[in-house]
């Protein structure tokens, strides 16, 4: 195994023991990084004259070189290196020889992965925004494609009352809104320069670490160089924002695999993201939101993992904390497959209005409605729940909807009653005469949605 180090020891290593402790099958992910910090470092080397400036010229086209082959594909990672920042330092000395022993001058291994995990939870915080901003775009064009349809809302699975589709959409798109912050947050928090805390103590030499900072666009530079090294906060953060984004993806699968049911039918998926059965000819499943749903499960386990692993850690750098990088590396590449695929499948979703209308038929959905007529006239709500709740029973034992009962009959309910309570008895009454902030009525969610694209154009 090629490595940074060894002097210090006899004999060679255990061939086991190399496999175990080598990172490179997983850490090549972070070579773009690497090398962006070490130009900076190397930049920062030459302008302190802690090295010839002509060495620092050449580590920095040397290391250019290299990020071009990386950002090209062509770039080929030796397995038998310990890790990626090895595999980079042996590469470089084979392109520009001696000078590149100078490139690991006023810093560690520890410093350097810890920014270099900083610039990737970065740049993939800010592509999942963007995803997550083209999913938002794509649910306010299918609420404003259904701006009309009006369906059943349900708590405890049980259906409640009548919304507006677009409404129901629009808070998935307030959703996703909130993790849009939390990755913004996310970015905030881990745009913290470490590079220069060396192992954990710092160097004696005249190093400019702010100078560092300026040339990587981060938006600080550390203060505890123990903490520097030792801290993992961030990729922490970042798996918890995903934690969340996913576990809203999945209850938004959830609702539209619900909608798809033959029992619901709401809804068609396109062809394109769905399978057959093997044996079931006629069978339509929609396996893509299943297996968003399924897969979205694993955040919250890499979260607990990573909040394990790190508890006990005693400061600074453990070995332990190599095993942060698989857990981050696959939920933030999750992530970004599913974001993307959901925009898309939004935009083959069909609605099913005949079935839409069949299940919003019973008149019990106007039940608060009827309890607000009451309260408008002057009875207290309490009071008005026992008399709506008694006129459904009897509408229940008896078969018969709301709009059956004569006048009269109404009127043993409640004296309040008025021939105008029927006309309540309409879904798009029922929506229309919702007024309080942020409710379905039709004008609000109207105004919702063009605010919703003027915020995501």
């Given at each position: 195994?090629?490595?940074l180090?060894?002097?210090?020891?006899?004999?060679?290593?255990?061939?086991?023991?190399?496999?175990?402790?080598?990172?490179?099958?997983?850490?090549?992910?972070?070579?773009?990084?690497?090398?962006?910090?070490?130009?900076?470092?190397?930049?920062?080397?030459?302008?302190?004259?802690?090295?010839?400036?002509?060495?620092?010229?050449?580590?920095?086209?040397?290391?250019?070189?290299?990020?071009?082959?990386?950002?090209?594909?062509?770039?080929?990672?030796?397995?038998?290196s310990?890790?990626?920042?090895?595999?980079i330092?042996?590469?470089?000395?084979?392109?520009?020889?001696q000078?590149?022993?100078?490139?690991?001058?006023?810093?560690?291994?520890?410093d350097?992965?810890?920014?270099?995990?900083?610039?990737?939870?970065?740049?993939?915080?800010?592509?999942?925004?963007?995803?997550?901003?083209?999913?938002?775009?794509?649910?306010?064009?299918?609420?404003?494609?259904?701006?009309?349809?009006?369906?059943?809302?349900?708590?405890?699975?049980?259906?409640?009352?009548?919304?507006?589709?677009?409404?129901?959409?629009?808070?998935?798109?307030?959703?996703?809104?909130r993790d849009?912050?939390?990755?913004?947050g996310c970015?905030?928090r881990?745009?913290?320069?470490?590079?220069?805390?060396?192992?954990l103590?710092g160097?004696?030499?005249?190093?400019?670490?702010?100078?560092?900072?300026?040339?990587?666009?981060?938006?600080?530079t550390?203060?505890?160089?123990?903490?520097?090294?030792?801290?993992?906060?961030?990729?922490?953060?970042?798996?918890?924002a995903?934690?969340?984004?996913?576990?809203?993806?999945?209850?938004?699968?959830?609702?539209?695999?619900?909608w798809?049911?033959?029992?619901?039918?709401?809804?068609?998926?396109?062809d394109?993201?769905?399978?057959?059965s093997?044996?079931?000819?006629?069978?339509?499943?929609?396996?893509?939101?299943?297996?968003?749903?399924g897969?979205?499960s694993?955040?919250?386990?890499?979260?607990?993992?990573?909040?394990?692993?790190?508890?006990?850690?005693?400061?600074?750098?453990?070995?332990?904390?190599?095993?942060?990088?698989?857990?981050?590396?696959?939920?933030?590449e999750?992530?970004?497959?599913?974001?993307?695929?959901?925009?898309?499948?939004?935009?083959?979703?069909?609605?099913?209005?005949?079935?839409?209308a069949?299940?919003?038929?019973s008149?019990?959905?106007?039940?608060?409605?009827?309890?607000?007529?009451?309260?408008?006239k002057?009875v207290?709500s309490?009071?008005?729940?026992?008399?709506?709740?008694?006129?459904?029973?009897?509408?229940?034992?008896?078969?018969?909807?709301?709009?059956?009962?004569s006048?009269?009959?109404?009127?043993?309910?409640?004296?309040?009653?008025?021939?105008?309570?029927?006309?309540?008895?309409?879904?798009?009454?029922?929506?229309?005469?919702?007024r309080?902030?942020?409710?379905?009525?039709?004008?609000?969610?109207?105004?919702?949605?063009?605010?919703?694209?003027?915020?995501?154009?």
């Open positions: 195994m090629t490595k180090w060894g002097s210090r020891f006899t004999g060679t290593s255990s061939a086991l023991a190399e496999k175990f402790t080598s990172s490179i099958a997983y850490d090549h992910k972070l070579a773009r990084y690497d090398c962006l910090g070490s130009m900076a470092h190397a930049r920062m080397l030459g302008k302190q004259k802690i090295i010839p400036a002509k060495d620092a010229a050449a580590l920095v086209k040397g290391l250019k070189k290299i990020l071009s082959q990386i950002e090209s594909g062509r770039y080929r990672f030796d397995p038998k310990e890790d990626v920042h090895t595999d330092q042996v590469k470089l000395k084979k392109l520009i020889g000078a590149a022993d100078k490139l690991h001058t006023a810093r560690s291994r520890n350097q992965v810890a920014l270099d995990a900083r610039m990737y939870c970065i740049d993939h915080a800010r592509r999942i925004i963007a995803m997550t901003a083209g999913l938002q775009k794509s649910i306010v064009d299918f609420a404003a494609k259904h701006s009309r349809v009006i369906i059943p809302a349900y708590t405890h699975l049980q259906s409640a009352q009548l919304v507006l589709m677009s409404h129901h959409m629009l808070a998935y798109v307030e959703m996703f809104e849009k912050g939390r990755f913004f970015i905030k881990t745009s913290n320069n470490p590079l220069g805390s060396c192992a103590s160097s004696s030499l005249p190093t400019d670490r702010n100078f560092v900072t300026i040339q990587l666009g981060l938006a600080q550390s203060q505890n160089s123990m903490d520097a090294v030792a801290d993992r906060d961030f990729v922490i953060e970042l798996l918890s995903i934690a969340i984004t996913g576990m809203h993806l999945s209850r938004l699968c959830e609702d539209l695999i619900l798809v049911t033959a029992e619901f039918d709401f809804i068609r998926i396109d394109a993201f769905c399978t057959g093997s044996i079931m000819p006629h069978k339509k499943n929609p396996d893509v939101l299943e297996l968003i749903r897969n979205t694993k955040f919250p386990g890499r979260l607990c993992e990573l909040l394990i692993l790190m508890k006990s850690l005693p400061l600074t750098y453990n070995r332990d904390m190599q095993l942060d990088k698989p857990a981050l590396f696959e939920c933030v999750a992530l970004e497959e599913m974001l993307p695929l959901m925009a898309q499948l939004f935009k083959g979703i069909k609605v099913n209005g005949p079935k839409i069949q299940a919003i038929e008149q019990h959905f106007y039940s608060v409605d009827i309890l607000e007529y009451l309260v408008k002057g207290s309490r009071d008005a729940h026992d008399i709506v709740g008694t006129m459904v029973k009897e509408c229940l034992d008896k078969g018969v909807q709301i709009s059956d009962l006048d009269g009959r109404l009127k043993k309910f409640s004296k309040h009653f008025g021939p105008d309570v029927k006309k309540l008895l309409k879904p798009e009454i029922s929506v229309k005469i919702k309080s902030t942020g409710s379905t009525n039709p004008g609000m969610v109207k105004n919702q949605i063009a605010s919703w694209k003027k915020k995501l154009k």
